[in-house]
């Protein structure tokens, strides 16, 4: 009596769907516990600055008409822009870990334009946005000099300092891109 021989064929088909089977649960599995956040964006919806961008650009350009705006830090002095001017080629303002003391300077084209109130914020994606708050200003005929108050940053890498400009009944938000090192 000859024995048969077994063919292994049907297993190993098989074992490599089962395989295949499991590894896609294990990506839904993965998938569903991170899912995406949203940043920490100033606009609530893509849709709002679609449908705003014009009323949006011509605010931020009647801004630059009546006011020159720079954020300062020890003796970098950036100029904050308007977050659709943005791109990988804006310098980056650079902060350290411990005690960011920052300025901002504002001067008034127009002399008889109000200074405007500003509020500023420290953003990073996926963590806890640093408010700042209202920053007082102090004017001196056509400059006015804000303080920012001192602020400790955990991290090292990239973040955003929104400044959100109060001016004529709107609120203009200005974005500076920075980074700890």
């Not at 590894?23 to 949203?38: E, H, M, N, R």
């Not at 509020?119 to 200003?137: N, Y």
Request: hydrophobic letters at 40%; proline letters at 7%.
């Amino acid at each position: 009596m000859e024995t048969e021989e077994k063919n292994y064929w049907p297993l190993g088909i098989l074992s490599i769907l089962l395989i295949g089977l499991s590894l896609v649960v294990a990506l839904v599995v993965v998938a569903i516990k991170y899912t995406p956040q949203s940043d920490n964006s100033y606009l609530h919806q893509h849709t709002y600055t679609d449908s705003h961008i014009n009323g949006m650009l011509s605010t931020y350009n009647a801004f630059r008409q009546a006011y020159s705006l720079e954020l300062v830090n020890g003796n970098q002095k950036l100029e904050p822009l308007f977050p659709f001017y943005i791109n990988q080629n804006t310098p980056l303002l650079w902060l350290s870990n411990r005690h960011n003391n920052l300025s901002l300077q504002v001067q008034r084209k127009d002399p008889k334009a109000l200074v405007p109130t500003f509020s500023v914020a420290v953003l990073r994606t996926k963590q806890k946005t640093l408010d700042l708050g209202k920053i007082p200003c102090t004017t001196q005929e056509k400059e006015s000099t804000c303080l920012l108050p001192p602020f400790n940053l955990p991290l090292k890498g990239h973040y955003q300092i929104m400044l959100k400009v109060d001016f004529e009944g709107e609120e203009l938000p200005l974005i500076q891109p920075a980074y700890v090192r």
